[in-house]
């Protein structure tokens, strides 16, 4: 007969001598071993190569001044600062940048491209100009033809891609949104401000929805609220698109740590 247990045990003193020990926060680093990304980083220089390249031919071409005052080139400029610290960090199998940093890029450069496609380059639309790096109505020629659609088209589109399929999802917040609209404001001020100091310059305002000489301030203001809103919902989109959209980062990290080994049944 052996005796019955006990229901309740009570607590066993503490071992003197042993430190508690505290929950402690392991980063994904300590147990995962870093690896390099050699194409992700290729493919972030190459692009960053390509902005670089269109936006010294503007700045060559069209005059620096002007040309630097652009919000597609502002954004281009950036995108080619943050994939070359992207791509280094992807070759050296560093952690990623910011995540703030990299979704503000996207936004940017992702609102270049559907403002020119929607409103600068539809025909149908009353704000229409095609040429808007050069101030022409008409679409650009020769060289600025190539560049245009590089900073306009292929970039927005370039880093969409690797925003997909380079970078790992879930990285965006929601609390992010609002302060990617600090930089939208800013230019907003900035384009009104040299407007004012420009005054009976062909190139006063660089986009024909922010002319106060054509449309006054009051519709100037109205076009910047829907706009302003447009982008802040573009931003809520991707956070949200972000969060569900699959993980290219971790498939290719599991397909590449398979070991080959299987369980076999034992023999007799």
């Known amino acids: 007969m052996t005796a019955p247990i006990p229901r309740d045990i009570p607590d066993l003193p503490a071992i003197p001598g042993i430190p508690t020990l ?12 870093p690896t390099r990304r050699p194409w992700a ?5 190459l692009v960053a190569l390509g902005a670089t390249a ?20 502002q954004s281009n400029i950036l995108l080619a600062l943050v994939l070359t610290l992207a791509a280094r960090r992807a070759r050296t199998a560093r952690r990623p940048l910011p995540s703030a940093l990299t979704g503000a890029t996207l936004l940017y450069v992702v609102v270049t491209g559907i403002v020119y496609h929607l409103l600068l380059a539809n025909q149908a639309s009353p704000f229409g100009l095609p040429g808007v790096l050069t101030g022409e109505a008409t679409a650009p020629t020769g ?19 690797d925003w997909l ?24 001020a900035f384009s009104l401000v040299r407007g004012e ?13 922010l002319d106060v000489d054509r449309h006054g301030y009051k519709s100037v ?10 982008i802040y919902a573009l931003a809520i989109l991707l956070v949200a698109l972000d969060h569900a959209r699959p993980n290219p980062i971790r498939r290719r990290v599991l397909r590449r740590t398979k070991t080959g080994f299987r369980l076999q049944p034992p023999v007799g």
């Open 197 to 209: 100091f420009l005054p009976g310059s062909p190139g006063r305002y660089l986009y024909p929805f």
């Open 165 to 188: 399929l380079l970078t790992a999802p879930g990285q965006l917040r929601l609390r992010q949104a609002a302060t990617w609209l600090l930089y939208p404001l800013t230019y907003l």
């Open 41 to 45: 980083a290729a493919y972030r220089l």
């Open 143 to 161: 060289w600025h033809a190539i560049t245009n659609q590089i900073l306009h088209t292929v970039t927005p589109v370039a880093a969409v891609l």
């Open 22 to 33: 505290l929950p402690s926060h392991v980063p994904a680093t300590a147990v995962m071993n």
């Open 221 to 230: 203001l109205g076009n910047a609220l829907l706009i302003g809103l447009g």
């Open 54 to 73: 269109a936006v010294a031919v503007e700045v060559t071409f069209g005059g620096p001044l002007r040309t630097l005052s652009h919000f597609a080139i």
